[in-house]
């Protein structure tokens, strides 16, 4: 029925303090985060005490390896951190 439906939707500038980061939102919705280095990937990967799953896309194969690495969360590849490689 209406309002049962909600457009896939990519957002982009999401605020590190907002809810769709730290919770289930149970919807198509994917938000875009860029860091300027590892260790800020791997702190934002880290934020949610759910292990949600998070994306990396990189040319570089050893900023995948650093952030597995981080990653708190390791499922059977790893948990909570997906990554992909882009080339």
Do not use: C, H, M, W
Request: no cysteine.
């Amino acid at each position: 029925g209406a309002g049962y439906f909600y457009e896939p939707t990519v957002l982009g500038g999401v605020p590190s303090e907002a809810r769709l980061l730290k919770e289930e939102i149970f919807g198509p919705v994917a938000p875009v985060i860029g860091f300027d280095d590892e260790e800020a990937a791997i702190a934002a990967a880290n934020a949610t005490e759910y292990g949600l799953a998070a994306y990396l896309f990189t040319r570089d194969l050893g900023r995948i390896a650093v952030v597995a690495k981080g990653a708190r969360r390791p499922r059977s590849s790893l948990r909570g951190v997906l990554l992909a490689f882009q080339p």
